[in-house]
């Protein structure tokens, strides 16, 4: 059974409550100008007491979508995670070949579609060697299960349709910009376009995220009303450097500590307030309360009603 009804009713309720209400699920994701300034590591900014203290645990944020009962990063995952009582979703971005951006976690379509069927002889089937029109062809279901043949890859457009329409919110990852040169630009066009990046969008349902803190500090530079994260797991000695373009430091469970949170916690990010932290990929219930009780802001997980019940994050 993929949901526990409990725990999914309990995070459905909150969801449309703060949603009549104009508010977030998580003060981990309000933007600029918003919450405190103290910035003092005590969890009294906009970061890791605040949100919990409120409103009774850590964000939790659906990896690819309800990823671990639905092919990840395709509609049906972004829908599953709606109907289990999630807002918060996370996606992948990478390029066609004729420069469409589509939603995708390897830069390889192999392990996710049936290209090696559709397309044999073009290997190593790399996501930047297909057009749009032949990677919407592909099936991105089967692999996963029988009841999702014929599921597509999205392309960043349909995603951010998708998420509307289900009134959630976006973690959103750019993929690899070394192999995409300007794609933090794209990224951002596509999203205006989408209509997300109007107020409502930037200050409480969008976090932009990558692993390269060149393109986490070009999206800064372009548009420094919007949240971002870097993904990894810096020295504290280096943290302060990445205060300066980024609000949250996103890393792997097993590569923090409880002191490390404190010391992002310790910071003021690039728009004034406490650093956050959200932690990745945490699916058992065990891991998901010690890294709860380390002080994290967020954990981004395949099993959302697991970590949900196991935390009592929303």
Known sequence: MYVRPAAAAAAAFLGFTLTLLGGTASYAATGPGTGSTTGTGT???????????????????????????????????????????????????????????????????????????????????????????????????????????????????????????????????????????????????????????????VTKRLVVQSFSADCVRIVHGLRPDLVTAFLGTPTVADLPRYAEFTDRINPWHTTISADWVAAVHGLRGAHGRAMEVDTWIVDDAATARKVQAMGVDGIITNAPDVVQEAVGGF
């Open 43 to 201: 969890g009294t900014g906009a970061g890791a007491g605040t949100g919990r203290a409120a409103l009774g645990g850590p964000v939790v944020y659906a990896h690819r979508g309800a990823s671990a009962y639905a092919p990840e990063n395709t509609l049906d995952a972004i829908d599953l995670a709606m109907q289990m009582g999630f807002a918060w979703v996370e996606n992948d971005v990478q390029r066609t070949k004729d420069g469409v951006l589509v939603v995708i976690h390897d830069d390889t379509l192999a392990r996710t579609t049936d290209v090696e069927q559709q397309f044999p002889g073009r290997a190593p089937w790399k996501v930047q060697d297909f057009t749009w029109a032949e990677i919407s062809r592909l099936d991105a279901g089967s692999w996963f299960g029988a009841e999702y043949a014929g599921a597509s890859v999205p392309s960043l457009r349909q995603y951010l349709d998708r998420v509307q329409r289900n009134q959630q919110r976006l973690l959103l990852e750019i993929k690899k910009p070394e192999l995409y040169p300007g794609i933090e630009e794209q990224t951002l066009k596509v999203l205006d376009q989408a209509g997300w990046l109007d107020e409502r969008h």
